[in-house]
């Protein structure tokens, strides 16, 4: 157990729909990353969130967006969803953005139809 | 943008048996990190390595860093079945942003 919990723990969307998943941060952690892991894939990072402020972003679409809030918990949005964004989300959080050690949530499967 | 290799990608491998997991990164980073994953679950932390000539152990697998060769290994000495994962390294391309290899699935065989 990391201390870092998700949820819901699976979820089925149409196509063109909108999504939101959260993500409950260990406790004193106030840093936030989300990765997009696709069947087979590595996870991929979309972005990280530092004391409620993006902190760097991968090569996602805008229709990704996230939130952090003031009590360092996150939200993953994706709009418009496509048929290749079914992917386990995972998010991960850590001391501080520079900290050595993230801790990972047991994620979130997103399958989209 | 950091890149991360890995290979073998795929790995079935006897009881009893030592093998190596070779990563390979793009850029100059003096941090690496190892996770294990198994089937539909998430990411566990194995070894933190932050330092060229790292190197650190836990029960039958070590991990070792050398920055100067952007490589990191996991060895796997003889090996058994609860050993079987998907395990992948990963690097950070800014503060821990981390970049991921596409994994090795190791499979070991009664």
């Known amino acids: 157990e990391t201390g870092v919990t998700q949820s819901p723990t699976h979820l089925i969307k149409t196509r063109g729909q909108q999504v939101t998943l959260r993500c409950s941060s260990q406790?004193?952690?106030?840093?936030v990353s989300w990765y997009q892991q696709a069947l087979g894939q590595g996870p991929q990072f979309i972005f990280q969130y530092y004391r409620e402020e993006e902190n760097g972003r991968g090569n996602f679409p805008p229709r990704f967006s996230g939130l952090q809030f003031p009590n360092y918990s996150s939200e993953l949005n994706v709009n418009a969803l496509e048929l290749d964004d079914s992917a386990l989300y995972l998010c991960?959080?850590?001391?501080?953005?520079?900290?050595?050690?993230?801790?990972f949530g047991q994620g979130t499967r997103l399958t989209v139809v | 943008e950091l890149k991360v290799e890995q290979n073998p990608l795929f790995l079935s491998m006897q009881e009893g048996k030592n093998y190596t997991i070779y990563c390979n990164y793009s850029t100059t980073s003096d941090r690496l990190y190892w996770y294990r994953q198994d089937p539909g679950k998430s990411l566990e932390s194995l070894f933190v390595l932050l330092s060229n000539g790292a190197v650190k152990q836990e029960g039958r697998l070590m991990a070792s860093l050398d920055t100067k060769a952007r490589l990191s290994t996991l060895h796997i000495t003889a090996a058994v079945h609860d050993l079987s994962a998907t395990y992948f390294c990963?690097?950070?391309?800014?503060?821990?942003?981390?970049?991921f290899g596409t994994g090795t699935s190791l499979t070991v065989i009664p």
């Open positions: 990963a690097g950070p391309n800014t503060g821990n942003q981390f970049y």
């Open positions: 406790s004193g952690h106030n840093t």
């Open positions: 991960a959080s850590s001391l501080d953005f520079e900290n050595t050690e993230a801790f």
